[in-house]
């Protein structure tokens, strides 16, 4: 692979229960447990930031897979749902699913671009074998 840009975040004080920030300042922010893990919630979390960043990268790859073949997307969206779970034998996992919204296109044409996003989301690359994403055209 050939870089052409690294993100860098430092997260301090007690993991989940602590802090994130971006080399550059843009993120700066306390991440907290969700009460629905028997956090205290009252912040982000890793799966809240996973997920916005899987979402939009997703929706760049969509727009350059549509722009390749001239579809008329009109307005489209892209929402992210980042589950986290305990694994059989132990650990955590994650799973995803992501539901995708184009309006100009029939279901199967749709269908056909979501796949191909798919292929080319560095996000999907990089879960692609170790996550379940769960792909929905809306």
């Known amino acids: 692979m050939e870089t052409v840009y ?13 802090h994130v920030a971006s080399s ?3 993120v700066d922010t306390d991440v907290r447990i969700p009460k629905e893990m028997g956090g205290p919630g009252g912040a ?4 809240q930031l ?3 960043g899987y979402a939009a990268c997703f929706h760049s790859a969509l727009k350059m ?3 390749g073949t001239g579809a008329d997307l009109g307005e489209t969206e892209v929402v ?11 650990g955590f996992g994650l ?17 056909q671009l ?7 989301c560095p996000y999907s690359n990089a879960t692609r074998g170790n996550v379940e994403v769960t792909l929905t055209v809306a």
């Not at 992210?80 to 132990?90: K, M, Q, R």
């Open 44 to 47: 982000t979390n890793p799966e």
């Open 65 to 67: 897979v549509a722009r």
């Open 80 to 90: 992210a749902d980042v589950s986290i779970g305990t694994l059989e034998g132990g």
């Open 95 to 111: 799973a995803v699913g992501l539901e995708v919204t184009i309006p100009r296109l029939d279901r199967d044409q749709a269908q």
């Open 24 to 26: 550059d300042g843009v």
């Open 6 to 18: 690294t993100a860098t975040a430092l997260a301090t004080g007690d993991g989940r229960n602590g």
């Open 114 to 120: 979501v796949e191909q996003a798919h292929q080319v």
């Open 50 to 52: 996973f997920a916005a």
